[in-house]
Nanobody, 125 residues
Framework: QVQLAEAGGGLVQAGGSLRLSCAAA????????MGWFRQAPGKEREFVAT????????YYVDSVKGRFTISRDDAKNTVYLQLNSLIPYDSALYYC??????????????????WGQGPQVTVSS
């Protein structure tokens, strides 16, 4: 069982930055691939980034490549998402998620079993 608690959302002007964190309670954090997804009003949940378990391999949706960075600190049971050069399109609820134990990394929400509450990120133009 993994419980996830996110922090770091807020309101920022276009071009600004935010850092989201997701702290996990549980003993198996390092064995889970971790991901960030986002959902804007009226839209489906969208993959943003994932980081593999036990290594630093990362994957991003094309729209955030070069602007967002996902990282993890297994000693702190925490995954981060650094958001730079934000644009209004990035406004959404951002969810962190932990994948099933036998998955090294995944870009689909169906492979994730534990979800956080989703801090709001709002980017004003």
């Amino acid at each position: 069982q993994v419980q996830l608690a996110e922090a770091g959302g807020g309101l920022v002007q276009a071009g600004g930055s935010l850092r989201l964190s997701c702290a996990a309670a549980g003993r198996t954090f390092s064995r889970h691939a971790m991901g960030w997804f986002r959902q804007a009003p009226g839209k489906e949940r969208e993959f943003v980034a994932t980081i593999a378990r036990s290594e630093d391999r990362t994957y991003y949706v094309d729209s955030v490549k070069g602007r967002f960075t996902i990282s993890r600190d297994d000693a702190k049971n925490t995954v981060y998402l650094q958001l730079n050069s934000l644009i209004p399109y990035d406004s959404a609820l951002y969810y962190c998620a932990a994948a099933w134990l036998d998955i090294n990394y995944s870009l689909t929400p169906y492979d994730y079993t534990y979800w956080g509450q989703g801090p709001q990120v709002t980017v004003s133009s």
